[in-house]
């Protein structure tokens, strides 16, 4: 009995082990295969990736990459300069041209009546109707010039040297209407170079407060400071060009407005003298 349940576990330990080495040469076989596979997708996955880098080339040689725009460099730089004296020196270009398209707007508006067309009608209407007409003609007219005419007619009972006095007065009230909000443009093309140099010293001492806070001179702490506090200047000068571009048209502009206001009311005074 003891020696058939001895042959029993021994035949049993057998076969378990049989059953082991064939499980394990199983899972030796499958893991080969998987091995294999593997390495066929990685050698497939090498000749794609082979096969892509000898398409990239082509894609960016047909393809090349397009530069940054205008807008772009000058919404980098303008990061880069900093939000602070950045944004006060943009807020100077935004009020000077707001000022400087009132201006402009202005000045066309007023400039536009014909001097010519407006004293031969004030003489026809002299001529048929009085000075009352002439007024009239005056209110219907838009222009510093008609303001003027008006004026002029007003007094034209108490004599000529009267008008005379009436046109030089209400001129001069006409130019500083012409010449409104042209100081406020001077002081923008003033401030902007000026907060630009402000951000520059401060850009400055921000540099050297990193290099001693460092203890070391680094090329890139000086480098990267200087750029900022030039960045400033740079944006500076550029909004005072811009500004002293619009100034400078807004003042010829003025000029010429003038001139043709001082023609017409010496050809006026002349009119009302041969009415006389």
């Known amino acids: 009995m003891n020696s058939r349940f001895l042959f029993f576990i021994i035949t049993s330990l057998l076969l378990c082990q049989i059953s082991y080495a064939q499980d394990m040469a199983t899972d030796t076989t499958i893991a080969e295969n998987n091995d294999t596979i593997l390495q066929e997708n990685n050698d497939t996955s090498t000749e794609n990736n082979d096969g892509d880098i000898d398409i990239v080339p082509n894609i960016n040689e047909d393809n090349p990459e397009s530069s940054p725009?205008?807008?772009?460099?000058?919404?980098?730089?303008?990061?880069?300069?900093g939000a602070g004296f950045m944004g006060i020196?943009?807020?100077?270009?935004?009020?000077?041209?707001?000022l400087c398209i009132e201006r402009i707007l202005y000045l066309h508006a007023a400039g536009s009546t014909n001097n010519e067309e407006l004293l031969t009608s004030i003489e026809d209407a002299l001529k048929k109707g009085g000075?009352?007409?002439?007024?009239?003609i005056c209110k219907k007219?838009?222009?510093?010039?008609?303001?003027?005419?008006?004026q002029g007619l007003e007094r034209s009972n108490n004599g000529i040297d009267a008008v005379e006095k009436s046109i030089i007065a209400y001129g001069s009230v006409q130019m500083g209407l012409l010449e409104r909000g042209t100081t406020w443009i001077s002081?923008?093309?003033?401030?902007?170079?000026?907060?630009?140099?402000?951000g520059t010293v401060i850009g400055m001492i921000g540099a050297f407060d990193a290099i001693e806070a460092a203890g070391d001179i680094s090329p890139s702490l000086v480098a990267g400071g200087i750029k900022v506090a030039l960045l400033t200047t740079v944006f500076g000068?550029?909004?005072a060009i811009i500004l002293q571009v619009f100034y400078n048209y807004i003042v010829s502009k003025i000029d010429d407005i003038v001139n043709k206001m001082e023609d017409a009311s010496i050809a006026l005074i002349d009119i009302l003298a041969n009415n006389k």
């Open 141 to 150: 007219t838009r222009g510093p010039v008609a303001s003027i005419f008006y």
């Open 69 to 81: 725009s205008f807008h772009q460099i000058l919404k980098t730089k303008f990061i880069e300069g």
């Open 131 to 136: 000075v009352e007409k002439a007024k009239d």
């Open 237 to 239: 000068l550029i909004v």
């Open 89 to 98: 020196v943009l807020l100077t270009l935004i009020l000077g041209l707001a």
């Open 187 to 198: 002081l923008f093309i003033a401030l902007a170079p000026m907060l630009g140099f402000m």
